[in-house]
C-alpha cells in the first residue's frame, strides 16, 4: 500500500478505535465508566474474571449485551458501505447503493417471508440470509431487467427502477404485517432496522459473509478505477467487463443481504460513506474499498450510539437515524446533479 494509503488507514482504524471506546463506555444501564473498562479488563485471559468485584448481572451487560452490540454496528456498518462501494464502482454513478436499488429492500421481504411463516430454523442460522440473498439477487435483477432499453441500460434509468422496486417491496413487507399477529414486532423489526435484542451468535453470523466479501471487493479495485473510463476501455486495458461485473454485484448483493438479515433495512450507509471517503481520498477504489469498510463501521456504531441513548429509555429505530442523516446528503448530490448540468457527479 502506497504511504498515503497507511496514513489515511493509520487514521481511519485510529477513528475507529476511538469511537468503539467511547460507544462501549456509553449506555443507558447506569455503569459508570471505570467500572464498564474494569469489567472489560477482567475478561482478558490472564485476568481472573473479576467475580469478587461485579455482579453477573453487571458483567452480563457489558460482555454480552454492550460489547456484542458495539461490535455487530461495525460489522453492518462495513457490509454496508463495502456493498455501496461496490454498485457505485460497478455502475459508475454515486447515487447508487443497497437502499437506492432496492437490494435492501428486496432482502428485507426475504426475511420477513421466514418470519411471517415460522421458517426461521430451516437451515439452522443461516436461513435467514440465504434466503435474503436470494430475494435480493432477485430484486437486482428485476432493476436492470427494468432499467434496459435497446440493450443499454442508462444510469438514470436504473435508480428510478431501483426506487419503483423499493416502493412495491415495501409495500409487499407492509402487507405482510397486516397478515401477522403473534410474529408482527419481528417483521416491523425490518422496516424499522435496529440491533437491539442482538446477540454474539449474530456476530459470528456476519464475520463469514465479511471475510469473503471484503477481499473480492479489494481485488477488483484497480478493475473499477479502469470502469470509470468506460467498460469499452476497460475491456481494451484488459479487463473481463461481464465477470468483473457479475462477482462485483454478486459480492456486493451477499453483503448487503448478511447485513439485512440482522439489522433490517438500514438506509444511506452504502451511499453517504463511499461517497465521503471519495471526496476525501480521491476516486482510487484500492483505497475507497477499505476505508470505506473501516468508515462504514464507524458511521453506523455512532448512529446506533446516538439511537440507543438520544431518548433514554427508549431506543430509536436505527434505520430513523440513517435516514435523518442520509436522505438530505441524498437531496445535496440530487442538487449537485442538477448544478452539473445533469451529468455525473
Not at 454496528?73 to 454513478?93: I, K, P
Amino acid at each position: 500500500m502506497k504511504p498515503k494509503g497507511i496514513i489515511y488507514g493509520g487514521a481511519a482504524l485510529l477513528l475507529l478505535a476511538v469511537s468503539m471506546i467511547v460507544s462501549l463506555s456509553i449506555g443507558t444501564s447506569g455503569l459508570t465508566v471505570g467500572k464498564v473498562w474494569g469489567i472489560l479488563i477482567h475478561q482478558l485471559p490472564w485476568m481472573n474474571g473479576g467475580d469478587e468485584l461485579y455482579s453477573k448481572g453487571e458483567v452480563a451487560i457489558v460482555t454480552q449485551v454492550r460489547l456484542s452490540r458495539v461490535l455487530l454496528a461495525v460489522l453492518v456498518g462495513s457490509c454496508l458501505a463495502l456493498a455501496g462501494t461496490g454498485f457505485q464502482g460497478v455502475l459508475r454513478n454515486p447515487l447508487a447503493d443497497p437502499y437506492t436499488l432496492g437490494v435492501a429492500s428486496g432482502s428485507s421481504v426475504g426475511a420477513a417471508f421466514i418470519i411471517l411463516f415460522g421458517l426461521q430454523m430451516a437451515l439452522g442460522m443461516w436461513t435467514i440470509p440465504l434466503v435474503a440473498f436470494l430475494t435480493g439477487s432477485i430484486t437486482l435483477f428485476g432493476v436492470f431487467w427494468l432499467s434496459r432499453s435497446k440493450g443499454a441500460m442508462h444510469i438514470e434509468t436504473l435508480i428510478l427502477s431501483g426506487v419503483i422496486l423499493q416502493a412495491f417491496l415495501g409495500a409487499f413487507v407492509s402487507f405482510m404485517v397486516s397478515l401477522s399477529q403473534g410474529v408482527v414486532n419481528q417483521i416491523l423489526f425490518w422496516l424499522m432496522g435496529s440491533l437491539a435484542m442482538r446477540n454474539w451468535d449474530n456476530v459470528y453470523m456476519l464475520i463469514p459473509f465479511l471475510v469473503i466479501g471484503f477481499p473480492v471487493l479489494l481485488f477488483y479495485g484497480q478493475s473499477l478505477n479502469l470502469f470509470v473510463l468506460g467498460e469499452r476501455h476497460a475491456a481494451h486495458a484488459g479487463v473481463r467487463v461481464e465477470r468483473t461485473k457479475l462477482i462485483v454485484l454478486i459480492a456486493s448483493t451477499l453483503l448487503t443481504a448478511a447485513a439485512v438479515s440482522v439489522s433490517g433495512v438500514i438506509g444511506f450507509v452504502g451511499l453517504v460513506v463511499p461517497h465521503l471517503i471519495r471526496l476525501l481520498v480521491g476516486p482510487d477504489y484500492r483505497l475507497i474499498t477499505p476505508l470505506a469498510a473501516i468508515g462504514g463501521g464507524i458511521f453506523v456504531l455512532w448512529a446506533d450510539t446516538l439511537a440507543r441513548n438520544a431518548l433514554s429509555p427508549r431506543e430509536i429505530p436505527l434505520g430513523v437515524v440513517t435516514a435523518l442523516i442520509g436522505a438530505p446528503f441524498f437531496a445535496y448530490l440530487l442538487h449537485l446533479r442538477k448544478m452539473n448540468g445533469g451529468g455525473r457527479l
